[in-house]
Every structure is written in structure tokens, then in C-alpha cells.
């Protein structure tokens, strides 16, 4: 028997386990892992009561409706964008004060992220036109003083109508 004769067979066999194998195989196909947490972020985590923040999320699903909330209070839905994410502006209430959560939920998968913030009280500080505030007691509009002063005229003490009748003579 010659040398060819004796390979041929083992070697159609191991070509014959070769193509059965990739005759089985099925195409690659990768798909994105989809199932992480959302996660959420804020320009600033220590706003003023009354000020507006930005709230932004990642991690949704493209286009699905996610729902906003400031403690226990609703603000408008957005819509997750084509990678998953938004970014949207939050009016804070001048009444809120201290350790706040905002909640991003999803309303399709219910996935949700939270962010805590610290709101900081709003302190008034009008002014009683002479440069003193008064931590929002009394005279309200009437600290205009120091605008006055700051654009250049001087000697005006008397509120709000004085720098009316200042900047009518300039």
C-alpha cells in the first residue's frame, strides 16, 4: 500500500470533522449588554431654594418615557434619546430646604436612578436703600441703593423711585 493510500483516509476524516463543525456553526453575533442600572448626575448639589438645576440621566432605553420627581413631586416626563440618555432643566420651589432626592423612572422598564441633593435655603437680602440688607424683613423693593450707587449715582437713598428719577435725568 503506498504512502497516499494510507493518509487519505485520516485525512478525509479529519476534513469531513472540519466542515461538519462549521456546517453547524452558527454566525457570531454580538449584542449590547442592556442591562445595567441607569445612572443620574446634577450641575450642582448644592443649589438655592428657587434656583434651576440640571438633572441628567444615561442608561435607558432609546426613546422610552422616563418620569422626574423632586422629593414627592412630579415635574414634566422627557424622552430618553437614541443612546439612552437626557438632560433636562429643574425649577427648584423657593420653599424646598435641605436633603432632596430626584428620581429618574423609567416608564416602560420601571429602571430607576436617584441623585440627593442639599437645597439650601433662600435668605432675603433686600436692602433698605442705603446698602444695609435686612434678611428679607421689611422694605421690600425699596433696596435698590446700591444698584445706584454701583452704576454711578451717588447720593441716592431713596429706593426703587429715586433711581427712576436718576436714570430719567441721564
Do not use: W
Not at 449588554?33 to 444615561?58: E, K, L, Q
Not at 422610552?64 to 433636562?88: D, L, N
Not at 444695609?132 to 424683613?137: E, P
Not at 454711578?152 to 429715586?162: P, Q, Y
Request: aromatic residues 4%; glycine residues 14%; contains cysteine.
Amino acid at each position: 500500500m503506498s504512502a497516499t493510500q494510507r493518509l487519505r483516509a485520516p485525512l478525509m476524516g479529519v476534513l469531513g470533522v472540519i466542515m461538519l463543525v462549521l456546517g453547524f456553526a452558527a454566525p457570531a453575533t454580538a449584542t449590547p449588554y442592556t442591562h445595567h442600572r441607569p445612572t443620574t448626575s446634577v450641575s450642582n448639589s448644592h443649589p438655592a431654594a428657587g434656583s434651576t438645576i440640571t438633572f441628567c440621566g444615561a442608561g435607558f432605553r432609546p426613546g422610552e418615557t422616563v418620569t422626574i420627581t423632586v422629593g414627592h413631586t412630579g415635574y414634566p416626563s422627557v424622552t430618553a434619546s437614541s443612546s439612552g440618555a437626557f438632560c433636562t432643566s429643574v425649577a427648584l420651589s423657593s420653599h424646598l430646604s435641605g436633603k432632596v432626592k430626584l428620581t429618574a423612572t423609567s416608564t416602560t422598564t420601571h429602571r430607576s436612578s436617584k441623585t440627593k441633593i442639599y437645597i439650601q435655603k433662600q435668605h432675603g437680602n433686600n436692602g433698605n436703600g442705603n446698602g444695609h440688607g435686612n434678611n428679607g424683613h421689611g422694605n421690600n423693593g425699596s433696596g435698590h441703593g446700591d444698584i445706584a450707587r454701583l452704576l454711578g449715582f451717588s447720593g441716592v437713598t431713596g429706593g426703587s423711585n429715586s433711581i427712576a428719577r436718576v436714570l430719567q435725568r441721564a
